[in-house]
């Protein structure tokens, strides 16, 4: 299995992206799904996850509210839509994927087996 994150780029504060992560390869329709962001000097950051039916959408404090979580099972990808971006949201941002339908700890990176390569984020003042 591969993810391939893409839609990251420069925007000025308060305006929006959409991240997308495909998988390629083993079927993801059931396992768990998530991003997460790391800014620089800081440690990988929890940002959302879904399960795979959609009902199930954990986000952070920092980005409830703003950030959108969905996935389209036909096209085996996973979105992150972004609105009301502020500087703080600079970062390069992961998605991941579980090797399971379900995790209570859905926040932590250590639950997800497979990582994409990232994609960057600017959010400028």
């Known amino acids: 299995v591969q993810l391939q994150a893409s839609g990251g780029g420069l925007v000025q504060a308060g305006g929006s992206l959409r991240l997308s992560c495909a998988a390629s390869?083993?079927?993801?329709?059931?396992?768990?799904m998530g991003w997460f962001r790391q800014a620089p000097g800081k440690g990988r950051e929890f940002v959302s996850a879904?399960?795979?039916?959609?009902?199930?959408?954990p986000y952070a404090d920092s980005v409830k509210g703003r950030f959108t979580i969905s996935r389209d099972h036909s096209k085996n990808t996973v979105y992150l839509q972004m609105n009301s971006l502020k500087p703080e949201d600079t970062a390069v941002y992961y998605c991941?994927?579980?090797?399971?339908?379900?995790?209570?700890?859905?926040?932590?990176?250590?639950?997800?087996?497979?990582w994409g390569q990232g994609t960057q984020v600017t959010v400028s003042s």
């Open positions: 991941a994927q579980m090797l399971r339908a379900y995790s209570s700890r859905y926040y932590s990176e250590d639950e997800y087996e497979i």
């Open positions: 390869g083993r079927t993801f329709s059931t396992y768990v």
């Open positions: 879904i399960n795979w039916s959609g009902d199930t959408t």
